[in-house]
């Protein structure tokens, strides 16, 4: 059979797949399959972040575990298919400075490789690699047939969210909208805790890939003796994230592992979730221990009143400098700003206007993600804003919250926080104005709640909890 008519077979195999009631994943799938199968060669689809910077790998055939795990890769020094928008011809991995890993393509058993964009409408949104063991000549007639089945991808992708809820794969990066990655993975957990972890990134409309890169950590000889994957990556903020809801006892082993990554890999950024963390995040949905808790008075005083005036003071003074002579607009999001908001505008010298937002945490049938219930009424268009908080931990909502104002146009953009929990950052954001610095502990008054109650203290403090197994709520955290 010829190489034509086998390529338009592949083609019409792959356009039934597309074309049928299976699930995304198994649709991509079944492309890359007829790629692979067609052209004797190991295939890989690539998809780009939400940020527009990165590629995870989504679907492959043919490549061992290793390379796969290899990481995630950047666009601009992988083949550059994406970026160009152009086919990219490869004929030796080892002598081409696009291979981004060069060696584990060796490894691999790769010599040769082809890689064609994948393109929706005008923007490219991923790419197909294909690699050869032998040393290869990519003809037109393979290039073309890439191609077709490029085209094939991007038209299962934009049929796949035409029809959730009117979602659109020709965002541009940077959109409050789940990337493709959200809509084409499929995982299998290693422990539930982790899924749990994966829902509450999703509720935020953060993306993650899961255990996406082995780092080789002690070696004998050439042969590597010991690896350690990090359970999360988050391409936004170039994050690793670690999970551990292991027993104390066995906590130091992860520890030697990290503290080993950290100093083989020292441009890695990795963090560990300790279970303590892990459960606060859980109790703000409602799940896990903390959330069957109930605060039963105060444990103790972090601010006094006084503390808090002397400190809401200096901040106005701060801010009144940086401000003299414009008129900064301050944005509230309802409701624990409100103590803060209403003290700090009467300590602010210089004429500022002020408005308010309210959200709300949205979960439809295809996504999830924080929604804006109430709008600003004021327009910010050139005008200077300042985001006043009441409290930032883990900087999530803050993140999504900036995105949205910065759609308006503002000249500028900070942020002014009462309370800064540092410990529990997970994306990172850049805060102008800080009252205080405070622990990772549960919090409440001046305007901060344990689920409804201890707004009103005119102090800060740490409730005392104890268990109430018949209620649940949400814990004095943001």
């Not at 299976?22 to 689809?45: G, H, P, Q, Y």
């Not at 942020?415 to 850049?430: G, S």
């Not at 800080?434 to 009103?456: Q, T, W």
Request: glycine fraction near 6%; aromatic fraction near 8%; charged fraction near 25%.
């Amino acid at each position: 059979m010829s190489k034509e008519r086998e390529y338009y077979k592949a083609a019409r195999r792959a356009a039934a797949a597309v074309n049928s009631t299976a699930d995304i994943k198994n649709r991509l799938d079944s492309v890359v399959r007829n790629i692979a199968r067609t052209m004797n060669a190991a295939v890989s689809l690539v998809l780009l972040d939400a940020g527009g910077t990165k590629l995870v790998h989504t679907s492959s055939r043919g490549l061992p575990q290793f390379y796969r795990k290899k990481g995630v890769l950047d666009a601009a020094k992988s083949m550059t298919e994406v970026i160009t928008g152009k086919p990219v011809v490869i004929a030796d991995v080892t002598n081409d400075d696009r291979i981004q890993f060069p060696e584990m393509a060796v490894k691999a058993g790769i010599t040769s490789a082809l890689g064609i964009p994948v393109i929706a409408g005008e923007r490219c949104i991923g790419g197909i690699r294909v690699y050869t063991r032998e040393r290869y000549d990519f003809t037109p007639q393979d290039t073309v047939f890439v191609t077709t089945m490029a085209n094939l991808i991007a038209l299962a992708l934009r049929d796949y969210a035409a029809l959730q809820e009117g979602s659109d794969p020709l965002k541009q990066p940077g959109q409050a909208e789940p990337s493709l990655l959200t809509k084409t993975r499929s995982v299998v957990f290693a422990h539930p805790s982790e899924e749990e972890f994966a829902g509450i990134l999703d509720f935020y409309n953060i993306e993650w890939v899961y255990e996406p890169r082995s780092f080789p950590l002690s070696w004998e000889g050439e042969t590597v003796t010991e690896m350690f994957t990090p359970d999360f990556y988050l391409p936004a903020i170039d994050l690793y994230i670690e999970l551990t809801t292991v027993k104390q006892q066995l906590l130091a082993e992860k520890h030697r592992k990290l503290k080993l990554l950290k100093e083989r890999y020292p441009e890695v950024k990795v963090t560990l979730l300790y279970k303590t963390d892990y459960d606060r995040l859980l109790a703000k949905y409602g799940f896990g221990p903390l959330a069957q808790t109930r605060a039963h008075g105060i444990d103790q005083v972090l601010y006094s009143a006084t503390e808090i005036n002397e400190r809401v003071k200096a901040l106005a003074a701060q801010i009144s400098r940086d401000y003299q002579g414009r008129r900064p607009v301050l944005i509230g999001v309802q409701r624990g700003f409100i103590c803060f908001m209403a003290d700090l505008i009467r300590q602010i010298t210089i004429p500022v206007d002020i408005d308010f937002m309210a959200i709300s945490y949205y979960t439809g049938l295809s996504k999830s993600s924080v929604k804006v219930t109430k709008d600003i009424v004021v327009s910010i268009t050139g005008r200077d804003v300042i985001m006043v908080e009441d409290i930032v931990d883990t900087g999530i909502t803050l993140s999504s919250i900036l995105k949205h104002l910065q759609s308006f146009g503002p000249a500028g953009l900070a942020v002014c926080t009462l309370l800064d929990r540092p410990a529990r950052r997970l994306a990172e954001v850049n805060l102008a104005y800080i009252g205080f610095e405070i622990p990772d502990k549960f919090v409440v008054g001046y305007g901060l709640d344990y689920r409804e109650e201890y707004r009103n203290l005119p102090f800060i403090g740490i409730p005392v909890i104890e268990s109430a197994v018949e209620n649940t709520g949400t814990a004095g955290t943001k």
